[in-house]
């Protein structure tokens, strides 16, 4: 009973409406602190309506399994998750290849159990993979019975494993420390795991000295002592990279580009190539651009790029081109031979927009413009108009050939030949992109105004010669 004009009312016995529920609880916690009459009979309320309202949670997180209950309809086993018993709604892999439902094994991990519900074996690793198959299978058997399948929970991603990798983490990390076959184990551990899974990559931002045990291994000077384990965690750090938040943790540890240096040149040719894209990838920021430009960079990028590998010339080529966005690099580039190296290699037909690409950033310096001229690219950029099915490579040329122009006259004779032979700017001046015609126009435009010029030069000598000489000696 409760007292006539007071806050403590009878509650219905039965109440399914959980928003009811919901306000009859607060109604009653606000009201506790004004009465002068509180008893256990509130409190016990107030237990009564915490009880349903658990109970109701747990009933619509079992929807699904229910609505099959409903229709006498039997869950297949492969459906249903180990752990709950339930129908799964977010099927994922573990490592040991069984499929849970993703919020129970979650659960499971994140109470720190390190072993397979199902076959006990100790878990390597807490990586889940989606099983788009049964979930697919599972969401085709609903439509079939007319059951409705829940949506997985939103924002319960790799990201939630974190909590149960750290401590697989510090693990394989203090492996770097122990014996050379623990160390090419974790490291071939950690690079998989940094490659698949974000969480692992976000984990490294956490600790100032997860890098430094990271690389304990690679000794400066001899990191190609053992080629798989630099290759491994060279690898490592280029998973590691591909993070937004790790850019400059990564790059501004004293370790990191020198190591990363130093393996362009050692190891092998995955480890020289790998390196050269974590180069490219902590080359995003600016302020990473001019570090690892001071560093030295740049001349074991061009020494790889010349050697001429597939694999590690396309992610050399990459590097370079990010470095060279700020104008600091732009002018160590062309110190170190970049135009000679570049200009070979579009010159034999390798990587040819990629390269004029880099190109085109150096042709506004002036060192790069003479070196240009000197090494026939003039040729090489006309050739390429006119034979090139690339707008692209078609717009890079004629931009680096309108720079040459403009610096060094001397040019200008082997363009208008090639002009009057082939008409190969007058068509890209009508049929190319609006950059290109622009360039295009501004090279014939001043090619007409240099020959404009020579032929009132030349009028005007003959005006003199015939004043000397004469009308009828002229003649």
Not at 363 to 377: D, F, I
Not at 432 to 461: H, P, W
Request: charged share 25%; net charge negative.
């Amino acid at each position: 009973m409760a007292k006539t004009g007071g806050f403590l009312e009878v509650l219905p016995t039965t109440v399914s409406n959980s928003t009811e529920l919901k306000k009859e609880l607060l109604r009653l916690v606000n009201a506790i602190p004004d009465g002068e009459d509180f008893s256990l009979e509130i409190a016990d309320e107030v237990l009564r309506i915490l009880t349903a309202l658990n109970e109701l949670k747990f009933e619509k997180s079992s929807d699904s399994l229910k609505l099959v209950d409903d229709k006498d309809t039997v869950v297949p086993d492969e459906f249903k998750c180990p752990i709950s018993g339930d129908l799964m709604v977010d099927p994922v892999i573990l490592a040991t290849g069984q499929t849970y439902d993703r919020p129970f094994i979650l659960q499971w991990l994140n109470d720190g159990h390190r072993i397979c519900p199902q076959t006990q074996q100790v878990l390597y690793h807490t990586m889940l993979i989606p099983n788009h198959l049964v979930r697919e299978m599972i969401s085709h058997w609903c439509k079939k019975h007319g059951i409705e399948l829940l949506k997985p929970v939103e924002g319960v991603g790799d990201n939630s494993v974190a909590y149960a990798d750290r401590g697989y983490l510090d693990s394989l990390l203090e492996k770097m420390s122990s014996s050379l076959s623990d160390q090419k184990e974790a490291a071939k551990e950690l690079r998989l795991l940094t490659k698949r899974m974000p969480s692992f990559r976000a984990l490294f931002g956490e600790s100032t000295d997860a890098i430094f045990q990271l690389l304990n291994p690679l000794s400066p000077g001899r990191a190609d002592s053992h080629p798989d384990l630099q290759e491994d965690l060279i690898t490592t750090i280029l998973n590691l990279s591909i993070h937004d938040n790790n850019k400059r943790l990564v790059a501004e540890n004293p370790l990191v580009i020198p190591l990363l240096i130093e393996s362009l040149k050692t190891g092998t040719i995955e480890t020289r190539s790998n390196a050269a894209a974590a180069l490219f990838t902590l080359s995003a920021p600016d302020s990473n651009k001019i570090l690892i430009g001071k560093s030295g960079a740049l001349t074991p990028l061009l020494e790889l790029l010349e050697e001429g590998n597939q694999l590690a010339m396309k992610d050399a080529a990459s590097a370079i081109f990010s470095l060279c966005v700020v104008p600091e690099n732009k002018a160590r580039a062309v110190r170190e031979g970049a135009v000679r190296v570049i200009l070979k290699k579009i010159m034999n037909g390798i990587f040819v927009d990629e390269l004029l690409a880099i190109l085109a950033m150096l042709a506004n310096h002036p060192k790069a413009v003479e070196e240009m001229g000197e090494l026939g690219a003039v040729g090489c950029l006309l050739r390429i108009i006119r034979v090139s099915m690339s707008e692209r490579t078609k717009e890079n040329s004629v931009a680096i050939l309108y720079t040459i122009c403009l610096n060094d006259r001397n040019m200008w004779k082997e363009v208008w030949n090639e002009e009057t032979a082939n008409h190969t700017l007058s068509i890209l001046a009508d049929n190319g992109t609006s950059r290109a015609r622009r360039k295009a126009d501004g090279i014939l435009d001043r090619i007409v105004n240099v020959l404009d010029y020579l032929i009132a030069m030349i009028l005007g000598i003959v005006d003199k010669l015939e004043e000397r000489a004469g009308p009828t000696d002229w003649k």
